[in-house]
């Protein structure tokens, strides 16, 4: 019913965001972003998945320096990045990043210059450059051949998971540097892992699950602000519905069997703001095919149109922290539209994702994991990396840092 784009291969770049001034709600220290209703306040950020994943300091700093020049202020990376007991000798060997052994139902932090110590750099960096990182986690143990369900229900996974999130916390919960803690990327009921019973339409498992951890979290972090790092789906007695190949479809991403239900999720207390994603051209085969009533420019401005309407009623920022579509025709022909509309509607922006050229590491070439890797110095593209060569896509998100932080004054 729809492709999904493999988790680990997404590297992300954000721009962002609109801010106001000071918050008064709570004590938040010097430095940390918070919210007041609709607003981000304090400072700016924006995202990068792979950073953590290079080897050389000097690569790291150039990557928030690019960022930085084009007025980025806040990005994205993962906080987690696990391997399997199997792979350790390889990853020993090939200096991949790692933070996660996984061994049985089990896992060991590595907490070394290999592992954490390479995130503590990223979020450094950042600080010196004036860049935020939220962090995103996920986590592992759904075994083979077990419905979505689990992951969110299983008593032992949870407290997994926990035990994740906890060593992340409180490595970083008094740094500045970071904007806000993302939940897990893209929890899901069907998708990439079938749904079983407990994540059905209108079951509320997803809910339920961002409620009692973003709880968690709160209760390790009282400051950083939180959200659920969701695709951002609806869940809708009566679904949009649209027209492929003369047969009139249910929309999987209002109809509830996704997981998320977009509305409630952003009205628990402790979740800060919003996120959504956005690829309609993996999402419908049928897009822009004959049959179809809709394309895949205005799928995405309807899409962006009920996060923007859903966020005013609930009065809370949103973020939409991940979009893109293949070719670069297709970028400079689509992207305009989506982010205007976007910064029209109060959106921080956040594309997926930032491409940046004159990596030195290994001469420039280095196979990271699985399909990311260095080519000729440049960081790893998808398919929807965005290179500062490529100026045509480049500067319709430059352009678009700019319009945001001259907001934010
Ligand atoms: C990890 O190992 C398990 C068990 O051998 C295997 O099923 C799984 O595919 C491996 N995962 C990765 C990412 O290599
Ligand atoms: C995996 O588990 C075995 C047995 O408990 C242990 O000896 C080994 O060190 C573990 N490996 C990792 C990488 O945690
Ligand atoms: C497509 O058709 C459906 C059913 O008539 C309608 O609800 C929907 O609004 C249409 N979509 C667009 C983009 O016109
Ligand atoms: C542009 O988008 C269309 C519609 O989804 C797709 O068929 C085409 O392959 C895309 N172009 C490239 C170069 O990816
Ligand atoms: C930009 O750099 C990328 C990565 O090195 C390369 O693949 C692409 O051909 C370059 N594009 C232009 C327009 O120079």
Redesign the pocket.
Known sequence: MRSFLPLVLLVLQGLSIAFGGPSTSKKIPRGFVTTRGRDFVLDGKKFVRWLPLLTEQDDVESTFQSMQDAGIKVLRTWGFNAINGSELDGALDSGLTYYQVWNSSEWALNTGPQGLQRLDKVIETAGRHGIKGAELYINWIVGAGQPHDVFYTDRRIVASYQRYVRAIVERYKNSPNIFAWELINEARCLGDLPAGPNCVPFSGTISRWYEDQANFVRRLDPFHMITTGGEGQFTWRNPVKYWANGVLVSDYNFDGQAGEDFDKDLALENIDFGTYHMYPQYWYSDLDFPGSNFTLKSWGVDWIDHHAKAAKKIGKPLILEEFGTSGFENKTDIYPTWVKRALDTQHGIMPWQFGK?GLTESGGNRLIKYADAL??G?SP?DGFAI?P??TAIYNIFTSAARVQNARSR
């Open positions: 050229l080519i000729d440049a593209n290179y060569n490529q």
